[in-house]
């Protein structure tokens, strides 16, 4: 099942990690990693602002009218004194 969807702000790439929220309180329903991103049918690695395309995410297909997807990075740094 592919989620359609309109990049408001900033950049997707294929394989990033997502987080969906839900709702007016914005709770957090899905955290995982995009498994497909599409635009028009063709498989696409990255799609920017102002865009439409198509998402699906890994083992999770509980999409509803409305709910907002957010990609972001971890990144993970050696602590120093």
Not at 59 to 62: A, V
């Given at each position: 099942m592919i989620a359609g969807c309109r990049v408001r702000n900033g950049l997707i790439s294929l394989g990033?990690?997502?987080r969906v929220l839900r709702g007016k309180s914005k709770d957090v329903?899905?955290?995982g990693k995009l498994s497909s991103l599409k635009n028009r049918k063709k498989e696409v690695t990255e799609m920017r602002k102002d865009t439409e395309c198509g998402m699906a995410f890994e083992?999770?297909?509980?999409f509803e009218v409305g709910d907002q997807v957010q990609c972001f990075d971890e990144i993970s740094e050696k602590r120093q004194l």
């Open positions: 990033s990690k997502v329903v899905f955290t083992d999770w297909e509980g």
